[in-house]
């Protein structure tokens, strides 16, 4: 059976990944909002995702304001797979409980 991810596995950070799984990168603010978290508990989680090398981190001006875009590398894409079929395994066990 496959293992659950503990860096992915922290709500807001699954959250994180499954939002950047679906988009080429998302702004932090975008993030932050959906989260509904303050910009410092954000920056921990990007901090724990990035120590990972799960996420790529971007500065660029955007109408002459820097922004961070935040993008899943190819290994956090396939850890949050392994992740979620982790998961995915840990909830057909229990309908076989039965």
């Not at 596995?9 to 080429?24: D, E, F, G, K």
């Not at 899943?72 to 409980?97: D, P, S, W, Y």
Request: hydrophobic fraction near 45%; charged fraction near 20%; aromatic fraction near 4%.
């Amino acid at each position: 059976m496959a293992e659950l991810d503990l860096v992915i596995h922290a709500p807001n950070r699954l959250q994180i990944c499954a939002m950047l799984a679906t988009s080429a990168e998302l702004d932090f603010r975008l993030i932050r909002e959906q989260l509904g978290v303050t910009d410092s508990v954000l920056s921990k989680h990007l901090k724990a995702l990035e120590t990972a090398q799960y996420i790529q981190l971007k500065k660029r001006n955007h109408n002459g304001r820097p922004r961070t875009w935040i993008a899943l590398t190819r290994q956090g894409q396939q850890a949050f797979e392994h992740h979620v079929e982790a998961l995915k395994a840990i909830i057909n066990m229990g309908g076989q409980a039965d």
